[in-house]
């Protein structure tokens, strides 16, 4: 069993930059694509960010966070990062992980098999 577990988020004024963190309890992290999604309330889930198994290529979703989020990892520790700067009121979510066995950069919800619980972000204005 796959277990990922998300903290970082908090409450935070416009402007400000926020760190997520995703830990997977999983030997073999490295064989897992992982990405980050949020879902704002009343909305459905979207893609943010995707990153391959080696971490050498990366994925984001359109203008709304390309420029402003990065996603990273650290294979030697099991975890997958966003780095979230500028923040802006609409970022306001709750931001999941997910793993994929899948190749390359999914950005289809559907292609993950393992998510977090996640991690609620607000920005106020």
């Known amino acids: 069993q796959v277990q990922l577990v998300e903290s970082g988020g908090e409450v935070v004024q416009a402007g400000a930059s926020l760190r997520l963190s995703c830990v997977v309890s999983?030997?073999?992290?490295?064989?897992?694509?992982m990405g980050w999604f949020r879902q704002a309330p009343g909305k459905e889930r979207e893609f943010v960010a995707a990153?391959?198994?080696?971490?050498?290529?990366?994925?984001y979703a359109d203008s709304s966070v390309k420029g402003r989020f990065t996603i990273s990892r650290d294979n030697a520790e099991n975890t997958v990062y966003l780095q979230m700067n500028s923040l802006k009121p609409e970022d306001t979510a709750v931001y999941y992980c997910?793993?994929?066995?899948?190749?390359?950069?999914?950005?289809?919800?559907?292609?993950?098999?393992?998510w977090g619980q996640g991690t609620q972000v607000a920005v106020s204005s």
């Open positions: 990153i391959t198994r080696e971490g050498t290529g990366t994925y």
């Open positions: 997910a793993a994929t066995l899948s190749l390359g950069l999914p950005v289809q919800a559907s292609q993950y098999s393992y």
């Open positions: 999983k030997n073999r992290f490295s064989t897992y694509a």
